[in-house]
């Protein structure tokens, strides 16, 4: 069976618990139709890049998939008409993160050189010696 990601981001006004059941009847809905949901992550809330139906902030959730294409357009049908979904995407993948994602390890290494600045948290390289030639 193909493997598949999904992201999908939740409105910023939902609880913590209805992002839970959200995820929850998503992932029914692709073991309904043959498939499974191999891991599930719940990136919390975060910024948006830009407003989404006036919305700052939304619940990131991430979801790797191993099911046949009729159980994603299901799923996908079912993201496109529920309102709570602001946005989703779904990409096809040769093979699924065993690990945590790249998302879940910048979290856990705690963001130390994202702020400050340009080249914030890196060493200063000695600048490398040019020599011209010398005639």
Known sequence: MPLYENTFIVRQVASPNQVEELTAGFSNIVREHGGQVT???QWGLRNLAYKIQKNKKGHYVHLNINAPAAALAELERNQRINEEVLRFLTIKVDELESG????????????????????????????????????
Do not use: I, N
């Open 39 to 41: 891991k599930v992550e």
């Open 100 to 135: 945590p994602s790249a998302m879940m390890r910048k979290r856990e290494e705690g963001d130390e050189g994202m702020r400050g600045g340009f080249g914030a948290g890196k060493p200063l390289r000695p600048r490398a010696e040019t020599t011209g030639t010398e005639e």
